[in-house]
């Protein structure tokens, strides 16, 4: 009798506390959900008439064939360049490569508009090859260059996810092409691609949806896409029209994730684990590694020599007012830090209750924090642009909004992590301290916290670390008097002040290095 009173004590514990999770895991989605809801909001207040001259105008869809365009040129070179590197790192005879492998993914270090400023500033007209050649070169500036630049900074989303299928895949069926006598071309059409296929098109679609809502490298080329539209008519300011055109960037980037989420259910059709034999590249080993280090150089070195360069060259005082200051690195880092605590605290229930419940709203309030994740940055911030002006001016340009937006845009990588870590605990450990008579709190608390502790760290990192590099997004809800890294490269860039932008540059390289190796170790501890 008092092991059933004990036991529906128990129960009735184990569902209130569920029921507790699941409403504030709800408010969690709820509020990181909103800003999409607040762009809807303010789309209403346009008139009809006046929505629909703007919608059709010929600049709007001077806007969408630009982006749609940007999309397609950067996915279609990135499958150029990352998929004959995965064969090259994986069935080839090449030299070293561990290190070509690293070459090629390094790239994914340097945030994209980073590369554009470099670019910009050595290549274009006022850069340094123009100055020390005294010759006028190619504006790199415009709508190639900018293909090329994204381009060369998210191939490595295809290289990676083809690398990895090409690692997972039984080679040996390649082996039993070519004893049917199909040459190697034949035997990579109809054995080797239809079983990387998936992993093609995922990492293609990772690079599109990266192309489609990239403000720094567009802003910085000068292409009229809508990243960099909405945050002009945002200045002039043309909120109607700023508004309209996120809606349409919702649209072309919900086109984006339906198909990503349609390929991501298929199954990657691989035998795992066998090895067929390499492929001996011959003559063309040297120009294969060649290749690859001059892909290196151009997405590296260049960017790296450049601005250390400019560091050990100083600024002759030109400008003081665009001087580098700690103070700026220190705001930076505040911010990140009350994003990445944020966010930690707000993943732990979500996280916790998505791995260890079976109920519908559990896992529909998950996937829903991962909304700010999908939606570019720049919507983002319109969105709350209009709410702290029309609803809580008493917040707008305050560090709580834009901490908000941070926590919105990478709230899923702390959720991720921490969901990851959950799933990694033996269920039996927490039910054995249950039987001792703790409760659910105290069990969390004693037992599952500090095993999943490490994952939770992780995610707290990679949102301090991608918070200090987020553009757009501190860019329209910064605080008055609040300068930061960014901020200061895109006033650098702005009046071509290039030198000033040597040190937070750098420093941005530094962060997003860091971040690179805390990937890697997720990866190393089995961590998705």
């Known amino acids: 009798m008092v092991s059933n009173r004990l036991e529906n004590l128990v129960n009735r514990d184990d569902s209130q506390s569920s029921t507790a999770l699941l409403v504030v895991s709800g408010l969690i989605a709820v509020a990181v959900a909103s800003p999409v809801v607040w762009i809807a909001l303010r789309a209403r207040r346009v008139d009809p008439a006046r929505a629909a001259d703007l919608m059709f105008s010929a600049r709007t869809a001077e806007i969408l064939l630009n982006s749609l365009g940007l999309m397609a040129g950067v996915t279609f070179l990135s499958i150029l360049i990352g998929v004959p590197l995965a064969v090259l790192t994986t069935r080839t005879d090449l030299p070293y490569r561990r290190l070509w492998t690293i070459v090629a993914a390094l790239p994914l270090v340097i945030p994209s508009y980073i590369g554009a400023f470099a670019f910009v500033s050595t290549f274009g007209p006022y850069g340094e090859l123009n100055s020390v050649l005294g010759v006028g070169l190619p504006d790199v500036r415009g709508f190639p260059g900018a293909v090329v630049v994204i381009t060369l900074y998210t191939y490595p989303y295809v290289f990676l996810t083809t690398r990895a299928a090409l690692l997972s895949m039984d080679a040996s069926l390649v082996d039993a092409a070519r004893t049917l006598n199909a040459d190697r071309l034949e035997a990579f059409r109809r054995v080797t691609l239809p079983q990387i296929r998936p992993a093609i098109a995922a990492g293609s679609l990772l690079v599109a949806l990266y192309a489609i809502s990239d403000f720094g490298t567009p802003a910085f080329m000068q292409v009229d896409v809508f990243t960099r539209a909405i945050y002009w008519e945002f200045g002039v300011p043309n909120v109607?029209?700023?508004?309209?055109?996120?809606?349409?960037?919702?649209?072309?980037?919900?086109?984006?994730?339906?198909?990503?989420?349609?390929?991501?259910?298929?199954?990657?059709?691989?035998?795992?684990?066998?090895?067929?034999?390499?492929?001996?590249?011959?003559?063309?080993?040297?120009?294969?590694?060649?290749?690859?280090?001059?892909l290196g150089v151009v997405t590296l070195v260049v960017p790296i020599a450049i601005f250390s360069m400019w560091l050990l060259r100083g600024t002759g005082g030109e400008a003081p007012s665009y001087a580098f200051e700690w103070g700026y690195a220190i705001n930076s880092v505040y911010l990140a830090a009350l994003a990445a605590l944020v966010a930690v605290v707000l993943a732990l229930p979500v996280g916790y209750l998505s791995a260890r419940s079976d109920s519908p709203l559990a896992r529909l309030f998950e996937r829903a924090t991962y909304v700010g994740f999908a939606v570019p940055g720049i919507v983002i911030g319109l969105a709350l642009v209009f709410f702290g002006a029309n609803y809580a001016s008493w917040i707008y340009r305050t560090v709580p909004l834009l901490v908000f937006a941070y926590v919105v845009r990478f709230l899923p990588q702390a959720v991720g992590t921490t969901r990851a870590s959950v799933l990694q605990v033996d269920e039996k450990l927490p039910e054995a301290a249950r039987t001792l008579n703790a409760g659910r709190r105290e069990t969390f608390r004693r037992v599952t916290l500090p095993l999943i502790a490490p994952g939770v760290v992780a995610g707290g990192v990679l949102v301090f670390l991608t918070t200090m590099k987020e553009l757009p997004a501190t860019l329209m809800l910064q605080p008055i008097g609040m300068e930061t890294l960014v901020t200061l490269i895109w006033s650098a860039h702005g009046t071509a002040y290039y030198r000033y932008a040597a040190l937070p540059a750098l420093i941005l390289v530094v962060i997003s290095g860091l971040s690179m190796l805390i990937l890697l170790r997720q990866e190393d501890n089995n961590v998705s």
């Open 240 to 294: 109607e029209y700023a508004t309209l055109l996120s809606l349409q960037l919702l649209a072309v980037t919900a086109v984006v994730l339906l198909i990503e989420a349609k390929v991501g259910q298929q199954d990657n059709a691989s035998g795992g684990g066998g090895r067929g034999a390499q492929i001996r590249l011959g003559k063309w080993k040297w120009p294969a590694m060649g290749g690859v280090a001059t």
